[in-house]
């Protein structure tokens, strides 16, 4: 159901993107890169993260991690992940597949500026064996996402 809603959205906003399905799992950022033959930073992580008032999605490249102190400084608050249990809930998507399209409800997306040292990434498209290849500028164009600086460099 994940990667349909993915599609429907590719399909309903007539966006310049497919998804593609792999015949080996792509749910971590090294699967990922493996089944893509591409470095692991070019794949784009998605990190689903629960704020006091609002649940947000966060994209990285994959090798980077969240800097605490940038995270707090920028949302006043500690970095804390939605559990593995509630991410599929929440996103509509399984860990492993979650992405910032087709998503259940309408969420927040933001975009770690370690992503602007690629023309293009990797992120999931709702199954733990799919991803879209996506210029970083179309990325930020289609989710609407705001560009952060919350990672470790």
């Not at 990667?3 to 906003?13: A, D, F, L, R, Y």
């Not at 692991?40 to 490249?61: G, Q, V």
Request: glycine fraction near 6%; aromatic fraction near 8%.
């Amino acid at each position: 159901m994940s990667i349909e809603s993915v599609k429907k959205q590719i399909n309903e906003e007539k966006l310049d993107l497919n998804v593609m399905q792999m015949g080996t799992s792509t749910a971590t950022v090294e699967l990922a890169a493996k089944a893509l033959n591409v470095e692991p930073a070019r794949i784009a992580k998605t990190m689903a993260l629960r704020l006091n008032d609002r649940d947000i999605l966060i994209l990285a490249k994959g090798d980077a991690r969240i800097d605490n102190r940038k995270y707090k400084d920028y949302f006043k608050t500690k970095a804390k992940f939605i559990s593995v249990d509630e991410v599929e809930e929440v996103t509509g998507h399984p860990v492993g597949g979650v992405c910032p399209f087709g998503l259940k409800k309408d969420m927040e997306v933001y975009l770690d500026n370690t992503l602007k040292v690629f023309d293009y990434v990797y992120p999931a498209a709702g199954g733990a064996n799919t991803a879209v290849k996506i210029t970083v500028d179309y990325l930020a164009q289609v989710t609407r996402g705001i560009w952060i600086d919350v990672c470790k460099n």
